[in-house]
T-cell receptor, first 114, second 110 residues
Framework: AQSVTQLDSQVPVFEEAPVELRCNYSSSVSVYLFWYVQYPNQGLQLLLKYLSGSTLVKGINGFEAEFNKSQTSFHLRKPSVHISDTAEYFCAVSGYSSASKIIFGSGTRLSIRP | SQTIHQWPATLVQPVGSPLSLECTVEGTSNPNLYWYRQAAGRGLQLLFYSVGIGQISSEVPQNLSASRPQDRQFILSSKKLLLSDSGFYLC?????????FGQGTRLTVV
């Protein structure tokens, strides 16, 4: 079974500053990893996902994440944030089997200060 | 492409009243469908998932039930709502490599 931990429930940053949202996972098998974004009163949208290949994954809106197998991490980064990035961000993990479920972390609320 | 329709967008219901939230999927067949709930300031709680018509698995014992009468339809119900049922309900089509979400229903039980 897989599990995922988002270490920060809230992250405040100033506009145009860099940001890193942390995610660690636990699994006895190989995994797929995801980051989703949720704007207020909306569903979740996929930001990026790691299935295989390059460990540095680029997503929408200038976000990227790096898969680190030795540290079991998949941290999300953006070099310069905008007010519009204010949202909740969810890390998620699933196993390679088609019977696997995607397991979501508890979320990190990113708030951008002008 | 896959599209998840979820309605209504908002709902205010009195305690003890029934509930029916509907979710339909387009662009795929035999999808795995999920119902999640988000309480205020909290993460996603998986409530039910279904791998096919009439097949429902419950993750958390509660006041709610789910049904899958058709391949692309997933319904969340309650006979009598509790105050604690308030929250943001999300339907999703989920595979092991992707998840597509509806826009959610904000339920307030008063």
């Amino acid at each position: 079974a897989q599990s995922v931990t988002q270490l920060d429930s809230q992250v405040p940053v100033f506009e145009e500053a860099p940001v890193e949202l942390r995610c660690n996972y636990s699994s006895s098998v190989s995994v797929y990893l995801f980051w989703y974004v949720q704007y207020p009163n909306q569903g979740l949208q996929l930001l990026l996902k790691y299935l295989s290949g390059s460990t540095l994954v680029k997503g929408i809106n200038g976000f990227e994440a790096e898969f680190n197998k030795s540290q079991t991490s998949f941290h999300l980064r953006k070099p310069s944030v905008h007010i519009s990035d204010t949202a909740e961000y969810f890390c998620a993990v699933s196993g390679y089997s088609s019977a696997s479920k995607i397991i979501f972390g508890s979320g990190t609320r990113l708030s951008i200060r002008p | 492409s896959q599209t998840i329709h979820q309605w209504p967008a908002t709902l205010v219901q009195p305690v003890g009243s029934p509930l029916s939230l509907e979710c339909t999927v387009e662009g795929t067949s035999n999808p795995n469908l999920y119902w999640y709930r988000q309480a205020a300031g909290r993460g996603l709680q998986l409530l039910f998932y279904s791998v096919g018509i009439g097949q429902i698995s419950s993750e958390v014992p509660q006041n709610l039930s789910a049904s899958r009468p058709q391949d692309r339809q997933f319904i969340l119900s309650s006979k009598k709502l509790l105050l604690s049922d308030s929250g943001f309900y999300l339907c999703a089509w989920v595979s092991y490599t992707e998840a597509f979400f509806g826009q959610g229903t904000r339920l307030t039980v008063v």
